[in-house]
Structure formats: C-alpha cells, structure tokens
C-alpha cells in the first residue's frame, strides 16, 4: 500500500515530515469511501517518490481525528501544507481529478477539472467572508 495509515499517535510526526499531506477520512461501512480507496492508491502509487505524502484516517477507529479536523461526511479529503490545512473536500475525486489538484497544490499545474461542483478551498471560503484562509493542523496543543 502506497499511502501510511494515519492514526492519533503518528498523524503529528507524519504532517510534520511532509511538505503536502494528502489525507483521506474514511470508513469501511462507507460505500463512496471503498469505491474511492483503489482511485487513491493508485494516485498515491505514482507519487510515491514525490513532494505528496497519502494518508488515510478510519474515522470509527480515530474519531479524535476526525473530531480534531471536523470531519462531517466521508469520504474527506484535506490537503496539509506547510503545516496548514489549505483544502478541504468532501466526496470522493476522481483519478484526473485527484491528480489535478495535487498539482494546483505542489504548483505543479492549476486546477482545470470541470466538475459541475466546484473544488471548495478554505481560501475560497475566507474570500465570501467564511473564516481565516487557513487553518493551522490540530496538535497536542489544538484538541488531541
């Protein structure tokens, strides 16, 4: 498997030796978050020697996590940089999609995926007046 599982006690190590952290909140019983799980591993399988870490939290067997991020609906992806929570997305991506916004967030490329639902960011969020453009990673000090 191409991506770490995430869990309380690596979750903080792992955000903190990775430039981007792609992170997948997920659930067994969850039917989008298993026909997600392959399109995830194989993206992670081609980044595997890249800027991007793919990890997966099981939200029933890390509710702090999930509780930490408030994670609503699953699948979630959050992508960390820098320390920072810079996306956030709920629903499953699929692979050029996925791909595509790897690369707006490692500046790579910018987004161009024509969804009908547009990529909502924390950015996007703090222009209509929803909150701060980013939002520092729970930590022993934020909530777990």
Known sequence: ????????????RTAAGSKVLLVDFWADWCGPC?????????VAE???????????????????????FQVTGIPTLMVIRDGAVVHTQM??????GLEE???????????????????????DSARAGGGPAEKSAPGPDRGF
């Open 101 to 123: 916004l790897i690369g707006a967030v490692t500046g790579q490329k910018a987004v161009t995926w024509s969804d009908p639902t547009p990529l909502r960011t924390a950015t």
């Open 34 to 42: 298993r026909a997600f799980a392959p399109v995830f591993e194989r």
């Open 1 to 12: 498997m191409a991506s770490t599982e995430l869990t309380r006690s690596n979750f903080q």
């Open 46 to 68: 081609k980044h595997r020697n890249g800027d991007v870490v793919f990890g997966k939290v099981d939200i029933d067997a890390q509710p702090e996590l999930a509780d930490a």
């Open 91 to 96: 629903g499953a991506l699929p692979e050029r």
